[in-house]
C-alpha cells in the first residue's frame, strides 16, 4: 500500500487486494487513497465495485457513457 502512494502507477500496478470479510481490506484501500489525496500531483478517485457498476450501468442507459469515462479518465489513480 505504501509502495502505491509514493510511487503510483509503478509496481503494483494494477493493485488488486482479495480477502475473506473482516481483514482490513476496505480500511487499507481507504488509507491509499487518503495517501494519494495528500499528494498534490494526484487526483484519486474512489468507488466501490457497486458504485462503479451502478454509475457503468446508468451511463449506458441513458447514452451517457462519454461523461462516464472522462469521470475516470481524469482520476490520476
Known amino acids: 500500500a505504501l ?3 509514493e510511487e503510483p502507477g509503478d509496481g503494483a500496478n494494477p493493485l488488486v487486494i482479495h480477502g475473506p470479510v473482516g481483514t482490513g481490506k476496505t480500511h487499507l484501500l481507504e488509507g ?3 495517501g494519494l489525496k495528500r499528494r498534490s500531483d494526484q487526483r484519486p478517485c474512489y468507488a466501490t465495485a457497486e458504485e462503479f ?3 457503468f450501468v446508468a451511463a449506458s442507459q441513458h447514452g ?3 461523461a462516464f469515462r472522462r469521470q475516470f479518465r ?3 489513480a
Open 3 to 5: 509502495s502505491v502512494v
Open 32 to 34: 491509499i487513497f487518503a
Open 53 to 55: 457498476t451502478t454509475r
Open 64 to 66: 451517457k457513457m462519454a
Open 74 to 76: 481524469e482520476c490520476s
